[in-house]
């Protein structure tokens, strides 16, 4: 069948050109933003006199009936047509007639489909930011629950020094805090309305764009029409700050995975978010947390795709660009994916504080505390810091830790030395001093989670 386009060209085109052509599998997902930003067009073409307000009611409800019934499955969405646009105009014109012909007046699809997927990303930021934020709730929850479980905090995945799981698991919210922020950001530049910048140049019709933008959402309008039809820089920044958000996914599942392991068994995970092994009945393995480890790959490549499709493209509009859809939806459906899974998983999940003790017993992870008891006696830190090696390798040689190291042993070294050096040593206690704003004192982590709680509600 000949194009809608067909103009200087027959639009006779091969099969296999239409089918190479077609973008319609993937961009159909934007039929309803398509119908609301046609629905604008229409009223502002009404209101400028460019058609007439009757022609544009007609055009409105038609439109409105079209996304009636791709809703409710009566209209389906035709896989011949070369893209949602020509779809929605084609059924349009085929139920109203010739008015239908009339929408496409002032405007590109260069422009409509900039406008379509900025419309379509914003609501995926706002439905992103919603999970997000349960996932920030939960975690909370959860370190509410274990603020005082004294458990060995890692550097190097070295034992280094006790802290609580409360306040490890805080640490996380305060980067998804930070995504949050960052979609919120993105959210601000891709808001402004590309409508009306029509093929690359404007147009010469007197149309309104601020009408448009302000029925549509929008905080603006672009304010340079080739920028308008040419810019993808929002969906750029939207798949950085999910690439992000996902590194922060995948370094926590990377620590479910390894606390859930034998080695560690400081948490437990649910039978409902683990899977078992078809050959090993023993096993049950942290499956979710691992896929939301691979995961990220895909939305890093998603990210390195889109970014790649960009370098190099002149000015303005360039077909190319239709290339940069599949890789930023498939990066918030594998994104709210992963979120929800996760957050099942983090909500059912339970810790081992007494695994975690036992970890925390061994490692000498109070050596600090011990240089620490020193200073404050008046020792200077760098002498108090090597004293306190020297004993900790006595305590390794007879098989001690710092709590059992009899009292005149610690005097050989200083006369520093009496006996509250044990409760300086004392695990619970090492942690509980840490009360500096944003360390692991039970009342710190407190803190953190009030003031976390405050931001989300
Ligand atoms: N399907 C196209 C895309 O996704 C719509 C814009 C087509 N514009 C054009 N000049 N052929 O980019």
Redesign the pocket.
Known sequence: MAKMWAGVTSGETAKIADDFNS?ISF?CKMYKQDIEGSMAHAAMLGSKGIISEADAETLIEGLQGILRDLESGELKIDPDC??I?MFVEQVLTERIGDVGKKLHTAR???D??ALDLRLYLRSEIDEISEILKKLIVIVTEKAEAYKDTIMPGYTHLQRAQPVTFGHHLMAYTQMFLRDLDRLSDCRKRMNLSPIGSCALAGTTYQTDRGFEAEKLGFDGICMNSMDGVSDRDFALELSGALSILMMHLSRFSEEIVLWSSWEFKFIELSDAFTTGSSIMPQKKNPDMAELVRGKTGRVYGDMIGLFTVLKGLPLA?N?D??ED?EGIFDACETVKNCLTVFSGMIESMKARPDNMLKAAQKGFINATDLADYMVKKGEAFRTAYKISGQIVAECMEKGLVLETLPLEEYKKYSPLFEEDVFDAVDLKACAEKRISEGGTSVESVEKQIAAVRALIN
Request: aromatic share 6%; proline share 0%.
């Open positions: 973008s961009d070369e893209d646009h590109s699809r260069n409509q489909v509009y077909k660009m239709q859809k």
